[in-house]
């Protein structure tokens, strides 16, 4: 009878534990990993998220960049962190729906990380340097096809929003185009400038500046509606390539096995941090909308996305090893 309720009440602290932990969550800083180099879409977010969000805990928030890998190398950093929620990190369909698909292996499986919520999500847009003798997606596609194999475009790294975005537009258009992956975002748009590389696809938050200044030149938005900070720049249906409509979404994940108090705690105020009016009016200026979506929800879309992308790389074999 001892040896009964002494098990009974080391499961009972067992359940308590996990609780007692939650309650007095935070009580230290946490960690937010961003995936992606300074400069990505991500680094912008993860730094604009994080001062709020720091306020709202009443702890520090303290964002850690650690690119590599297509953004692989920072999320199996969050992966293997203690599952206390002070190390979280940003989900991005590069590690969690492309790269499993490109690669032989991974650092990671997908039950190794848990989302927590959908921050936002943005377009690709279709980029060009100013020297590029196209002004339309139609002018793009005949200078390609015009030299094959001569032009190429940037991203972010393979597995990245843009590098996917550039292959739907190379087997849409059956174009020889090739692809230059970089270490993160501001290496890209800096061959590009430079005219190193032709083409870019990338989120608005990292080229708005350039397109304004005329560097960079807008051809298309790869989304269902154009750009609120880029009106005057066409959809790609718009401009005659219906289907290449891609986009980049932004969210925050955790460690498997984070108590569910604690994931509730950071979901509700990272919810709270997205109805910010301060915070919405600087997504507006980035170029991306402000989402919310819960755990549960946030998974589903995930499965969602790699169920959507699984024919093109069934189709064109695309790999990062």
């Known amino acids: 009878m001892k040896l009964t309720r002494r098990i009974a009440c080391l499961l009972l602290a067992a359940g308590i534990a996990p609780l007692a932990a939650a309650q007095d969550y935070p009580n230290k800083p946490i960690r937010l990993i961003s995936n992606y180099g300074a400069g990505s879409s991500i680094d912008i977010i993860a730094r604009l998220v994080a001062k709020p969000l720091s306020e709202q805990l009443g702890q520090p928030v303290v964002v850690e960049n650690k690119p590599g890998a297509g953004g692989?190398?920072?999320?199996?950093?969050?992966a293997k962190a203690p599952k206390d929620g002070y190390t979280i990190g940003f989900a991005s369909p590069g590690p969690l729906v492309f790269n499993p698909m490109m690669r032989k292996s991974m650092p990671f499986a997908p039950g190794d990380v848990t989302p927590v919520i959908l921050l936002a999500t943005g377009p690709n847009v279709v980029l060009v340097n100013s020297d590029v003798p196209a002004r339309t997606l139609s002018e793009l596609i005949a200078y390609i096809k015009a030299n094959p194999g001569k032009v190429s475009y940037a991203s972010a790294g393979n597995g990245t929003s843009g590098h996917l975005a550039g292959e739907l537009f190379r087997y849409l258009t059956k174009t020889d185009i090739l692809h230059v992956p970089y270490k993160g975002?501001?290496?890209?748009?800096?061959?590009?400038?430079?005219?190193?590389?032709?083409v870019l696809f990338s989120g608005v938050p990292p080229i708005r500046a350039h397109v304004e200044s005329g560097k960079l030149r807008a051809i298309a938005i790869a989304d269902a509606?154009?750009?609120?900070?880029?009106?005057?720049?066409?959809t790609v249906a718009e401009?005659?390539?219906?289907g290449a409509e891609s986009g980049a979404w932004y969210g925050i994940l955790a460690?498997?096995?984070?108590?569910?108090?604690v994931l509730?705690?950071?979901?509700?105020?990272?919810?709270?941090?997205?109805?910010?009016?301060?915070?919405?009016?600087?997504?507006?200026?980035?170029?991306?909308?402000?989402?919310?979506?819960s755990r549960a929800e946030f998974e589903k879309m995930i499965a969602g996305e790699f169920a959507r992308w699984k024919p093109l790389f069934a189709?064109?074999?695309?790999?990062?090893?």
Not at 192 to 198: I, S, W
Not at 225 to 234: C, D, E, I, S
Not at 265 to 293: C, H, M, N, T, W
Not at 315 to 321: H, Q, V
């Open 185 to 198: 975002n501001a290496e890209a748009v800096t061959d590009v400038l430079a005219g190193r590389v032709q």
């Open 255 to 261: 460690p498997a096995g984070t108590p569910g108090p």
């Open 72 to 78: 692989d190398l920072g999320t199996d950093f969050v």
């Open 239 to 242: 401009a005659g390539l219906p």
């Open 264 to 293: 509730d705690r950071l979901q509700a105020e990272l919810a709270k941090v997205v109805q910010r009016p301060e915070v919405r009016a600087q997504f507006d200026q980035l170029g991306i909308d402000a989402s919310g979506l």
């Open 225 to 234: 509606k154009r750009a609120k900070q880029l009106p005057g720049v066409p």
């Open 315 to 321: 189709s064109t074999k695309i790999t990062a090893d």
